[in-house]
């Protein structure tokens, strides 16, 4: 875990390790994190996602469930009295677009000719059948690739919800670190503050001896103000993102914790530190962003729809088989067992619409690919963007400390010459105004190159798969 670089600098921010009693109002970046993806709505909501995209695949597998179905016919007038019951359990398959059935037929009374074949003997009769497609939907039907889209339609929320994460995790990381900025110059300038109270008490006791003008004093005064007015806008900032933070930072139940506590941990966990080898393990994610994997998948939908409607331009040959036996006694014509094989063809002389459905599927598989390609180069193109700013906040990071360093080094001396009478108090307070702004610039450096690394893990989308 990284330490923030500004409280390591040779001008000593005051800052206070937290106790475990104020360890759940002021969050570490990993339990910041960890509160987002696990406690807060939003991804909750996200969460729920995935739950309705696995019941969209077992709505597309109900159509191969087993059913029942059963007929019943009555003569309630006229001559003839038959009565007739059949019911038939089928089971749908995927292979060939097939289905297998059980039936049980019984019948009962008189029937007239031309309904003789609901006669059964005393007993019923049962029998079992398959049907199966010979050419157009053999291999592949609209319940089949049904099934296959919403099993790509769950891969596609998935990476989604991946990428709706990501982004999430972004903006409160984002704000984590306006708030940590803020509180950290708060605290670097209450520190100065500390210090010039200090040096007011022994001017102001100079003052009474008559060693120093009065009009020194008031000078050192005004100085003070304006840096007191700076600490008053400075916590102002920090009231103000911490009030936002809070939207982020939530408890096991979801609700959100105020950020109240001002003492600030030396260590904030900080994940996304980089090196030349992580950057290079980086780049090789853009592959697996979830905006690319999107396309992919969208790609393969349109396959299916293409298969689908080459499918359809295919003459129907459909083949049913059945065997049938009755049972009891009866007329000897209904004696024995019963099979039969039945074909049925048809074909559409047109086929307009199946051809036109091809020839928009083709033309949506290329404009996929287009755009696949489109989007790769931007996400490489913003990938470098980033790391080129990374590489160059590295550096003002580090120059900019050297800067604020200087500059407390000077405010230091000019201090010393001061008391030996060699300046002045114009001079002094100017040092000192250096010196808060190099300590607030250099905490501001600091800043910008975490959210740089930042950057770096937001643009291949990884954030999530850091381990917090």
């Known amino acids: 875990m990284r330490k923030l670089h500004v409280v390591t600098f040779a001008f000593a921010l005051t800052v206070s390790v937290m106790s475990c009693a104020v360890a759940a109002a002021l969050p570490t970046v990993t339990e910041l994190i960890e509160s987002m993806q696990y406690h807060h709505p939003y991804t909750q909501a996200i969460a729920e996602g995935e739950i ?16 029942i179905e059963q007929q019943t016919s009555s003569r309630v007038s006229g001559y003839y009295d038959g009565l007739a019951l059949q019911q038939r359990a089928i089971k749908p398959l995927q292979s060939l677009n097939a289905s297998v059935y059980t039936e049980y037929r019984v019948s009962d009374g008189d029937f007239p000719v031309y309904e ?63 708030w940590y900025e ?73 609700e959100m914790i105020p950020i109240t506590e001002t003492k600030l941990s030396a260590d904030i966990h900080w ?79 047109g086929n307009r ?33 980033a790391y080129e700013y990374w590489v160059q906040a590295k550096e003002i990071a580090s120059l900019q400390q050297q800067n604020a360093e200087l500059a407390k080094l000077l405010s230091s001396m000019e201090l010393q010459r001061f008391d030996a009478g060699d300046s002045d108090m114009f001079t002094l307070n100017a040092r000192a105004s250096n010196e808060i702004k190099a300590q607030m610039k250099a905490i501001e450096t600091n800043i910008d190159l975490l959210n740089a690394e930042l950057m770096l893990y937001r643009v291949v989308a990884a954030l999530h798969t850091v381990n917090h």
Do not use: C
Request: net charge positive; aromatic share 6%.
């Open 52 to 67: 309705q995209s696995g019941a969209d695949i077992d709505i597309a597998l109900s159509e191969f469930d087993p059913f």
């Open 116 to 178: 003789q074949e609901y006669e059964t003997l005393s007993g019923g009769e049962a029998s079992v059948g398959i049907s199966l497609s010979l050419l157009k939907n053999r291999e592949v039907d609209k319940r089949r690739v049904g099934v296959r889209n919403a099993r790509l339609a769950a891969q596609q929320w998935q990476a989604e919800a991946q990428d709706l994460l990501n982004s999430f995790l972004h903006k409160g990381l984002t704000e984590y670190l306006l």
């Open 182 to 254: 803020s509180a950290l110059q708060v605290t670097s300038v209450e520190s100065l503050l500390s210090r010039a109270a200090e040096r007011e008490r022994a001017l102001s006791t100079r003052v009474e001896k008559g060693d120093l003008a009065r009009a020194t004093l008031t000078e050192f005064k005004a100085n003070i103000l304006e840096q007191r007015l700076l600490v008053a806008k400075l916590k102002q900032k920090r009231n103000a993102h911490a009030r936002t933070l809070s939207y982020y930072w939530r408890d096991t139940q979801g």
């Open 271 to 349: 994940p996304f530190s980089l090196s030349t080898s992580q950057i290079s393990q980086l780049h090789k994610q853009i592959t697996q962003h979830p905006q690319l994997a999107l396309l992919r998948m969208s790609k393969t939908v349109v396959q299916n729809k293409q298969v689908l409607a080459k499918n359809a331009l295919l003459p129907k040959l459909d083949l049913k088989a059945s065997l049938a036996r009755d049972i009891g006694s009866g007329p000897n014509s209904l004696d024995g067992t019963e099979s039969k094989v039945a074909l049925a063809f048809s074909y559409p002389l």
């Open 353 to 385: 619409k199946a051809k036109a459905e091809q020839v928009k599927l083709v033309s949506k598989g290329r404009e996929l690919e287009h755009k696949y390609v489109s989007s790769k180069q931007s996400i490489e193109q913003a990938f470098e963007k």
